[in-house]
Every structure is written in structure tokens, then in C-alpha cells.
């Protein structure tokens, strides 16, 4: 019975974990990213134009979401590997329940543990980011060219380089996607 009682608490764990880990492109996608826009924790209203001339991953997640709480450190990893004048990540709140305020405490949350999310944090005030983005569920991560064209999309978490053992095969890594946007292939 204890056996079986452990069988189940793992495979619970890993549905949590990997919900939502549906591959909804191929990585080759080209299509016009609509010009989204969102407030950042700070208060500033930004979009994606913003940030032309930049890659830019759209991290959409929620405070509460298990997987999203695992992305953060893969994208940590993304943040540190890349220079801020090729790369923008943008960590955005598609959860219309939460606050900016719930949201910064994540990051200070993570910041207390050593982690320092030192990207931008922001909300979906509107809905329009979700709306045209997300998939089934959270995370979902996209990724735009300089020119501001969504390149790829996935619907669950994403790795920077490494995938852990007896993770799903849909896993994606993050490294050679971005490598080949930024040309360093």
C-alpha cells in the first residue's frame, strides 16, 4: 500500500509540474508578433516595440503556478548568458486575479533565496497578451526576433540547456533557439 501510496504522490507531482507541456511549434515559426502591451511592476506601460532590435522571450506565467516557480530559475540562467543589449525576457502575470504587488513579492521571494530576477516583471492588465498567446495553460513561453516576429512558442517548461533525467520528451531547450536568433551558432 505504501508503495502505491508513493507511486501516485510522484505521478501527481509530475502532472503539476508538467502540465500544459504541449509543443505548439516546431521552432521555425515565422508570424508578425501583434504589438502587445502591459505594465510592468514599476508602473511603466510597455510593448514589444519596445524592445525591437532585441530578442525577446514572453514568459507568460502566474504567481501560484508550480512549473512557472521552476522556469523562473532556466530563465535565471538565459539572463545571465546573454548580454541585455541582444536579449530581453519579459515575465508577465497573465492571471487577472493577482496584483503588481503579489508580483513583486515573487521576485523578493526568490531575491531572499539568492535569486535574483533582475528582468522585467510585469502585468497582463488588459487580457490582449493572453488572449493572442497563451496556450492551454501556463507556463507558455514565446520567443520574438529582433524585428519583433514570433519565432517559437511552447506551452510548458522550457530548459535553458539541460534536461533533467526521465523529464518528458517534449521538453524544450531554450539555448539553441536563441543562439540561432542572436546568430551565435
Same mark, same amino acid.
Given at each position: 500500500?505504501?508503495?502505491?501510496?508513493?507511486?501516485?504522490?510522484?505521478? $501527481?507531482?509530475?502532472?503539476?509540474?508538467?502540465? /500544459?507541456? $504541449? +509543443?505548439?511549434?516546431? /521552432?521555425?515559426?515565422? =508570424?508578425?508578433?501583434?504589438?502587445?502591451?502591459?505594465?510592468?511592476?514599476?508602473?511603466?506601460?510597455?510593448?514589444?516595440? +519596445?524592445?525591437?532590435?532585441?530578442?525577446?522571450?514572453? #514568459?507568460?506565467?502566474?504567481?501560484?503556478?508550480?512549473?512557472?516557480?521552476?522556469?523562473?530559475?532556466?530563465?535565471?540562467?538565459?539572463?545571465?548568458?546573454?548580454?541585455?543589449?541582444?536579449?530581453?525576457?519579459?515575465?508577465? #502575470?497573465? =492571471?487577472?486575479?493577482?496584483?503588481?504587488?503579489?508580483?513583486?513579492?515573487?521576485?523578493?521571494?526568490?531575491?531572499?533565496?539568492?535569486?535574483?530576477? =533582475?528582468?522585467?516583471?510585469?502585468? +497582463? =492588465?488588459?487580457?490582449?497578451?493572453?488572449?493572442?498567446?497563451?496556450?492551454?495553460?501556463?507556463?507558455?513561453?514565446?520567443?520574438?526576433?529582433?524585428?519583433?516576429?514570433?519565432?517559437?512558442?511552447?506551452?510548458?517548461?522550457?530548459?535553458?540547456? +539541460?534536461?533533467?533525467?526521465?523529464?518528458?520528451? #517534449?521538453?524544450?531547450?531554450?539555448?539553441?533557439?536563441?543562439?540561432?536568433?542572436?546568430?551565435?551558432?
Amino acid at each position: 500500500m505504501k508503495k502505491v501510496i508513493a507511486v501516485l504522490s510522484i505521478a $501527481i507531482f509530475a502532472a503539476s509540474i508538467f502540465s /500544459g507541456c $504541449i +509543443d505548439s511549434s516546431n /521552432g521555425n515559426k515565422t =508570424d508578425a508578433g501583434e504589438n502587445f502591451s502591459f505594465t510592468t511592476i514599476d508602473g511603466e506601460h510597455k510593448q514589444l516595440s +519596445d524592445y525591437r532590435g532585441k530578442v525577446v522571450i514572453l #514568459d507568460m506565467m502566474a504567481t501560484w503556478c508550480q512549473p512557472c516557480q521552476y522556469e523562473m530559475l532556466e530563465l535565471l540562467k538565459i539572463y545571465k548568458n546573454y548580454s541585455r543589449n541582444d536579449l530581453e525576457i519579459l515575465s508577465v #502575470d497573465v =492571471d487577472s486575479r493577482e496584483t503588481a504587488q503579489q508580483l513583486e513579492s515573487y521576485r523578493n521571494a526568490f531575491a531572499s533565496y539568492g535569486y535574483n530576477l =533582475d528582468w522585467v516583471f510585469g502585468m +497582463d =492588465d488588459d487580457g490582449s497578451i493572453a488572449n493572442k498567446y497563451l496556450g492551454q495553460g501556463i507556463p507558455t513561453l514565446c520567443i520574438f526576433d529582433q524585428e519583433g516576429n514570433l519565432k517559437f512558442k511552447h506551452e510548458g517548461v522550457c530548459v535553458y540547456s +539541460d534536461i533533467p533525467p526521465n523529464w518528458p520528451s #517534449d521538453t524544450q531547450v531554450l539555448k539553441p533557439i536563441i543562439d540561432e536568433l542572436l546568430n551565435k551558432t
